[in-house]
Structures are given as structure tokens and as C-alpha cells.
């Protein structure tokens, strides 16, 4: 598969962010032409799939500035420096965006949301047995309701659109496929 692999010749950064940074690389196609690549370098994420002992999904609604609107999804965050485990950042996401702990979480899968223009990947987690005794708190630029809901609420608003994020639908639809729905 050799053939299709392109060679970075040449990087530029053109931002750097709190969150990301941007690059515009030159590459070398397979072809042995040159040609142009806008690059979104991410730091990676996790979220977690949070299923109350009474099987309530639990999300979060939060403002994404970027869409200008209120979005549903699961709990979430970036990586950061500390980060040595994506499990232990899942956890402090799930203790942070709600009221519950998990004393385990179950690695579903990673991915990469968008590969066309960002390195960003996320770890997906589910947490079956959690309990309401979170003292942690968002951080301080981070606001959000915490609403439960029951698979069939959630595949309704997924129909209808009111649920749009994707590491959502793709948390709930595995949900849907185990044997514990």
C-alpha cells in the first residue's frame, strides 16, 4: 500500500491555540507531484457513555460556540499535558461535566472524528455503574445541564436531528447493538 502514502516535504505553522494548532505542510503525492495540506493538530480526547442503574443515558447540554447553538452529547474533553491514560481522563470528564463517578470504565474504541484535516482522536468509554458522588465541577469556562434520557427518547432525537453530535450517535448506536440495552 506504499502507493498510496504521501511524504511531508515542508511545514508551516500558522496558529497556535489553546486547543489546537494549524499547519499548511507541503507533501509529495505518490505520483511524485506536489500538493497542499491545511492541518489540524489536536491533542485527542475522550467521552463517556454514562448509563444510570435505572438505564438513563446521561448527556450534557452545552452552547458550541463554533455551531451557534445548543448541542445534546455525551460527556467529553481533551487531553491535556497530564494525560498519561485516556481512561483517567475519561473519568475526571465524567466527574467534572456530571454528577457521577465510575469505579470502571469499558473501552469501546478510538477514532478519528474528522481525518480529512485534523490528527485529533478520541477514546470512547461507557460507564454502566455509576454513582451520584462526583465533587468535581466544570471547568471555569464550561457551562452545562445535565438531562437523562432513555434509549428510546434518544433514538427519537436522533431521528428527528435534535441530537447531531457525532461521538453521540456513535456511543448510543453501540449502545443499541450490546446485549445491555
Not at 496558529?15 to 489536536?42: C, E, K, M, W
Not at 447540554?61 to 475519561?90: C, H, V
Not at 470502571?104 to 482522536?121: A, H, I, M, N, R
Request: glycine share 4%; proline share 6%; hydrophobic share 35%.
Amino acid at each position: 500500500m506504499k502507493h498510496l502514502i504521501e511524504q511531508k516535504k515542508t511545514s508551516r505553522k500558522y496558529f497556535s491555540g489553546r486547543v489546537v494548532n494549524v499547519y499548511q505542510d507541503t507533501v509529495v503525492l505518490p505520483n511524485g507531484n506536489t500538493a497542499t495540506r491545511d492541518v489540524v493538530r489536536h491533542p485527542g480526547g475522550v467521552c463517556v457513555l454514562a448509563i444510570t442503574p435505572e438505564k438513563k443515558i446521561v448527556l450534557v447540554r452545552q452552547y458550541r460556540y463554533p455551531l451557534g447553538q445548543l448541542t445534546l452529547e455525551i460527556p467529553a474533553g481533551k487531553l491535556d499535558s497530564t494525560d498519561i491514560d485516556p481512561m483517567q481522563a475519561a473519568l475526571r470528564e465524567l466527574a467534572e461535566e456530571t454528577p457521577y463517578t465510575a469505579q470502571t470504565l469499558e473501552w469501546l474504541y478510538s477514532f478519528y472524528p474528522t481525518p480529512g484535516f485534523c490528527d485529533e482522536k478520541l477514546h470512547m468509554y461507557i460507564a454502566r455503574d455509576i454513582y451520584l458522588n462526583s465533587e468535581l465541577t466544570p471547568d471555569d469556562d464550561e457551562f452545562l445541564d445535565v438531562e437523562y434520557y432513555s434509549v428510546e427518547e434518544v433514538q427519537t432525537m436522533i431521528a428527528s436531528g435534535e441530537i447531531t453530535d457525532g461521538k453521540t450517535i456513535m456511543a448510543i448506536q453501540s449502545y443499541m447493538l450490546s446485549q445491555d440495552c
